[in-house]
Nanobody, 122 residues
Framework: QVQLVESGGGLVQAGGSLRLSCAASGRTFSSYATGWFRQAPGKEREFVATISWNGDSTYYASSVKGRFTISRDNAKNTVYLQMNSLKPEDTAVYFC???????????????WGQGTQVTVSS
């Protein structure tokens, strides 16, 4: 069992940066891949980025590639999402989730956090 808690969301101006954190509890976290997803108002939840259990593999949605960076510190049981050059269209609730492998499909993720709001003003 893995419990996930996101933090670091907030209000930022376009062009600014935020770093989201996903803190985990549970013995299996360090052996699981962790992904970030987001859901904007009125839209489906979408994949943002994911990282393998040891950090060797990372994958990004095309909309965030080059602006966002996913990383993890297994000693701290935490996964991060550094978001730079933020745009108003990045406004959404951001969720972290864990899965046995770094999948791009949310249906394959087993454990989810409650989400953190990111709002980017123009």
């Amino acid at each position: 069992q893995v419990q996930l808690v996101e933090s670091g969301g907030g209000l930022v101006q376009a062009g600014g940066s935020l770093r989201l954190s996903c803190a985990a509890s549970g013995r299996t976290f360090s052996s699981y891949a962790t992904g970030w997803f987001r859901q904007a108002p009125g839209k489906e939840r979408e994949f943002v980025a994911t990282i393998s259990w040891n950090g060797d593999s990372t994958y990004y949605a095309s909309s965030v590639k080059g602006r966002f960076t996913i990383s993890r510190d297994n000693a701290k049981n935490t996964v991060y999402l550094q978001m730079n050059s933020l745009k108003p269209e990045d406004t959404a609730v951001y969720f972290c989730a864990s899965a046995p492998k770094p999948y791009g499909m949310e249906e394959l993720y087993e454990y989810w956090g409650q989400g953190t709001q990111v709002t980017v003003s123009s």
